[in-house]
T-cell receptor
Framework: GAVVSQHPSRVICKSGTSVKIECRSLDFQATTMFWYRQFPKQSLMLMATSNEGSKATYEQGVEKDKFLINHASLTLSTLTVTSAHPEDSSFYIC??????????????FGPGTRLTVL | AQSVAQPEDQVNVAEGNPLTVKCTYSVSGNPYLFWYVQYPNRGLQFLLKYITGDNLVKGSYGFEAEFNKSQTSFHLKKPSALVSDSALYFCAVSGIFNKFYFGSGTKLNVKP
């Protein structure tokens, strides 16, 4: 299989501070990673597509200056929530795309990061 | 546009009974369909996928799903439910640029 890790698993921060979340593909290289946000009892909402070596592509309604994404290597993407506010509290999940020979790549998901902004 | 719908917010089933979690899709082109399971405060775990080939797809933990093109459905099934199967289940379709579009999720409750 393919393993994706996230760090930290849980973080509590004060309002106004910035928080960085790391997403790593441990046993494969991923030129593309995705960042999702999940509210309680709701589905995953795609925030952005992280592309190695280039700028991330953000979904409509997602503030790129607030949610900074960096994909500096083939195994690491980071999401930085800048000037966090309580409404940014959520469960953030990343996934890494592993290419498949059958035309559609498969996404492997990290375990998620629970962000609480006080 | 790609989308999936999970019409049931919750499914209740007794342990040992068969279970079905429903999913319908709307895609342009060939559908690439997936099922994932999520336990509380955890990420998504892959169950199975349909890309091409046999309409009946077998996956992890005894789950299977049947791709039905005429009904545009991809229902998740298991012949005999376990209490440990209780979790949140998501159907997803892969679209352009490999983006995933998730259904709203179905909470499965398996009672002893």
């Amino acid at each position: 299989g393919a393993v994706v890790s996230q760090h930290p698993s849980r973080v509590i921060c004060k309002s106004g501070t910035s928080v960085k979340i790391e997403c790593r593909s441990l046993d494969f290289q991923a030129t593309t990673m995705f960042w999702y946000r999940q509210f309680p009892k709701q589905s995953l909402m795609l925030m952005a597509t992280s592309n190695e070596g280039s700028k991330a592509t953000y979904e409509q309604g997602v503030e790129k200056d607030k949610f900074l994404i960096n994909h500096a290597s083939l195994t690491l993407s980071t999401l930085t929530v800048t000037s966090a506010h309580p409404e940014d509290s959520s469960f953030y999940i990343c996934s890494a795309l592993k290419s498949s020979g059958q035309g559609a790549g498969e996404q492997f998901f990290g375990p998620g990061t629970r962000l609480t902004v006080l | 546009a790609q989308s999936v719908a999970q019409p049931e917010d919750q499914v209740n089933v007794a342990e040992g009974n068969p279970l079905t979690v429903k999913c319908t899709y709307s895609v342009s082109g060939n559908p690439y369909l997936f099922w994932y399971v999520q336990y509380p405060n955890r990420g998504l775990q892959f169950l199975l996928k349909y890309i091409t080939g046999d309409n009946l797809v077998k996956g992890s933990y005894g789950f299977e799903a049947e791709f039905n093109k005429s009904q545009t459905s991809f229902h998740l099934k298991k012949p005999s439910a376990l209490v440990s199967d209780s979790a949140l289940y998501f159907c997803a379709v892969s679209g352009i640029f490999n983006k995933f579009y998730f259904g709203s999720g179905t909470k499965l409750n398996v009672k002893p």
